[in-house]
């Protein structure tokens, strides 16, 4: 069995692969070889940053598991993988503590009017601007996975009001007022003044914040999306702040990445842009490798992967997400 890496290992997790899985011959290709070796894999665990021929690599007819490093699958799901038998386990709700973190940090910002007091800062310009509070307001979460479940827990003591769609709408969390499912969107966004996306992106998702939907949210209100950039049009969101329809936005992802230099978001005071950062931790690399060891276990063993998707959503259900469970 040949386990194929791309993703930034050390040795040291090289190593604690090859322990879980003795018998296999261990590969860290890396984004330099992925191309070349991902067709002579029976595992692959990574995120392909590169392009890679999906038609070679299932022509082989060899790869038995995909074990994706990120949450986002859109560098594997391609049709032919999707149509295949071959199963698909996500990195999703893994690094949830850090974008919750990343979410703080952008809603917060707008809140209290940072951008404006960076610029002011850089004229050495000491006014009172005004300000927002985030206390009082009801936050609206679309997509309510392990990072939309961090989020909520994270919010509970600011006394606001949570409301969520999910296209799995079950187990409710406590601090979350009212979970509905996710046809239910402009009903969430009609009461919400802050609106945060940690939505997947898929077929259905892609583009859904265009200008129709942007014109259902509340006048005022404050759009964050720490999901994935195709999920916002982007010409709708500049339009929905030069209007003034929205408040603000804050972005760690954009619909095209990185984001072109001509791009009105740049200069808005109202916008803040992180470049996709959210998942990041000095942590990353070993909770990946923790949690691609449990599963190689659990592949060896005949068990289904935790976190396994659905290929056509994109997304596992909730009753499969990895809780930090060791085996």
């Excluded at 009212?178 to 259905?204: K, M, R, Y």
Aim: hydrophobic share 45%; net charge negative; charged share 25%.
């Amino acid at each position: 069995m040949r386990i194929v890496l791309c993703f930034p290992v050390t040795e040291k997790h090289i190593q604690q692969i090859q322990a879980a899985a003795p018998d296999a011959e261990v590969v860290n290709a890396g984004q330099e070889r992925i191309d070349e070796l991902l067709p002579t894999a029976d595992i692959f665990i990574g995120h392909a940053k590169v392009p890679v021929d999906w038609d070679r690599v299932l022509k082989a007819n060899r790869l038995q598991w995909i074990q994706s490093s990120a949450a986002g699958l859109d560098h594997c799901l391609v049709p032919g993988v999707i149509d295949s038998d071959i199963p698909v386990s996500s990195a999703s709700g893994l690094f949830a503590p850090q974008v919750a973190e990343q979410t703080f940090s952008l809603l917060f910002g707008l809140l209290r009017s940072l951008p404006l007091f960076f610029r002011a800062e850089a004229k050495r310009d000491f006014t009172r601007l005004p300000t927002d509070d985030l206390r009082g307001k009801t936050v609206g979460i679309v997509g309510l996975g392990g990072n939309g479940r961090m989020i909520s827990r994270v919010l509970a003591p600011w006394d606001v009001r949570i409301v969520a769609t999910d296209f799995y709408p079950v187990d409710k969390p406590d601090e979350v007022d009212e979970l509905l499912p996710a046809d239910q969107l402009d009903a969430l966004l009609a009461v919400s003044d802050i609106v945060i996306l940690t939505l997947p992106l898929n077929a259905g998702t892609q583009g859904l914040f265009d200008k129709e939907r942007i014109s259902k949210m509340r006048p005022g209100s404050y759009l964050i999306n720490v999901a994935r950039g195709s999920v916002v049009v982007e010409s709708a969101l500049v339009d929905a702040l030069a209007s003034g329809h929205l408040a603000g936005a804050g972005l760690d992802v954009t619909e095209v990445e990185p984001l072109a230099e001509s791009s009105l978001l740049w200069d808005d005071p109202k916008v803040i842009i992180t470049p996709h950062v959210g998942a990041q931790s000095y942590r990353r690399v070993d909770d990946t490798v923790d949690l691609a060891c449990v599963n190689l276990k659990r592949f060896q063993e005949g068990k289904p992967p935790y976190n396994r998707v659905d290929k056509r959503l994109g997304f596992p259900h909730p009753s499969v997400v990895w809780r930090g469970e060791t085996e």
